[in-house]
């Protein structure tokens, strides 16, 4: 038992010695590396209500082996889905996106 923690001790004194043997590092300034800025924060309806509903659809109906075996769905979320599809069809009755999800409900 001893034998093997002092293995660890030395397997950990070893890395220590090349980190602290490496040149030092720069610093990264994250604002000049990514293209970062504020989003307001929006209140209501998205700006884009096709992609709004279309991914709340999936959240619901899409899952690990939903495809094959479509039974597996929770009933609730078969319900939810409903409610949204005629939401979705009210705000915009001419979407072929919401056709699309219409169509596949009804298969």
Do not use: C
């Amino acid at each position: 038992m001893l034998g093997k923690r002092t293995n660890r001790v030395r397997e950990a004194m070893v890395k220590m010695r090349l980190l602290l043997s490496r040149q030092p590092a720069d610093l990264i300034e994250f604002g000049n590396l990514l293209p970062l800025k504020e989003q307001p924060h929006q209140k209501g309806y998205p700006e884009d209500l096709e992609a709004y509903y279309r991914n709340k659809l999936v959240d619901l109906l899409h899952g690990a082996d939903m495809d094959l075996r479509p039974e597996i769905i929770p009933q609730g979320n078969i319900s939810i889905a409903g409610m949204l599809l005629e939401r979705w069809e009210k705000l915009l009755p001419e979407s072929d996106l919401f056709a699309s999800f219409s169509n596949a409900k009804t298969r």
